[in-house]
């Protein structure tokens, strides 16, 4: 089975805080997302990474950057954390492929609720 | 620039009581549409992938239809503990960035009764 894990599931920081978000996947997935999940908005996409040291930009990248120094891990950084960054962020993972089961598909995390004060 | 609409926004249903929800999607070439299910407070949990109009997958009470502008997801005889938010979501035919991205509807929130 996936598993795509992350590092809390709730989190509490001050304005202007640095916060890392942490997501790591054990199936040697090469792409990974970031979402933000909000009441009546939907899922986001904030920012995908189709290898290490690859990044793109999604929807929604203000104020958020991300790293990815290895396969199976990927941060999401709020460099300094708002109230409207308020929010359930989300990880994904998904393999690449031309053909077979359930290619493409992105399996997620738990999530982390994270509120800013 | 694609689009997915799901309904109805809300569904309550009597256990046992079968029913349909609907995903209507634009795209610039569907590579795949995906179904999850969400409980409150938890990621998505994904159920089926469909590639192709005609395509159908199943999954105990749960049956999942594709057509080129919708699809559907059946729930036949459902119990309670079906109780979630089903998110609907698509992946254009890749080019530029597009690489992998998935963009959701706003889901449809069922609820099953006893």
């Known amino acids: 089975d996936v598993k795509v894990t992350q590092s809390s599931r709730y989190l509490v920081k001050r304005t202007g805080e640095k916060v890392f978000l942490e997501c790591v996947q054990d199936m040697d997935h090469e792409n990974m997302f970031w979402y933000r999940q909000d009441p009546g908005l939907g899922l986001r996409l904030i920012y995908f990474?189709?290898?290490?040291?690859?990044?793109e930009k999604g929807d929604i990248p203000e104020g958020y950057s991300v790293s990815r120094e290895k396969k199976e891990r990927f941060s999401l950084i709020l460099e300094s954390a708002s109230t409207n960054q308020t929010s359930m962020y989300l990880c994904?993972?998904?393999?690449?492929?031309?053909?077979?089961?359930?290619?493409?598909?992105?399996?997620f995390g738990p999530g982390t609720r994270l509120t800013v004060l | 620039e694609d689009q997915v609409t799901q309904s109805p926004e809300a569904l309550r249903l009597q256990e046992g009581e079968s029913s349909s929800l609907n995903c209507s999607y634009t795209v610039s070439g569907l590579r795949g549409l995906f179904w999850y299910r969400q409980d409150p407070g938890k990621g998505p949990e994904f159920l089926f992938t469909l590639y192709s109009a005609g395509e159908e997958k199943e999954k105990e009470r749960l049956k999942a239809t594709l057509t080129k502008k919708e699809s559907f997801l059946h729930i036949t005889a459902p119990k309670p503990e079906d109780s979630a938010t089903y998110l609907c979501a698509v992946q254009a035919s890749w080019g530029g960035t597009s690489y992998g991205k998935l963009t959701f509807g706003q889901g449809t929130i069922l609820t099953v009764h006893p």
């Open positions: 994904a993972s998904s393999v690449t492929g031309t053909s077979g089961l359930n290619t493409d598909t992105q399996y």
């Open positions: 990474s189709y290898d290490v040291k690859m990044k």
